[in-house]
């Protein structure tokens, strides 16, 4: 089974939320239109700007954590620019 680490952004509300999933188009409805409670309610909508494919969930869950540390964080901040200059 392959995972996903996935980057959304809320272009309303200038956030960005990174996941991991399995099953990116069930998760990215929740985090859209399902879900009921949780952080990204708050800001919807939500756009998908970065998708990579793992094939461990170990390697997603590594890859999670480091675009939360603070090198990942200044690379999601360029990949969110180079989404709002397309």
Do not use: C, D
Not at 1 to 15: A, C, G, I, P, R
Not at 22 to 40: A, L
């Amino acid at each position: 089974m392959q995972h996903l680490v996935y980057t959304l952004y809320s272009q309303k509300f200038n956030k960005s939320y990174t996941g991991i999933t399995s099953s990116i188009i069930e998760r990215f409805h929740s985090h859209n239109t399902y879900g009921t409670k949780g952080w990204t309610l708050r800001y919807r909508p939500w756009v998908a700007v970065h998708i990579e494919v793992f094939n461990s969930k170990k390697e997603a869950l590594n890859r999670e954590k480091w675009f939360k540390s603070g090198i990942g964080r200044n690379r999601k901040q360029e990949i969110i620019k180079k989404f709002l200059k397309s």
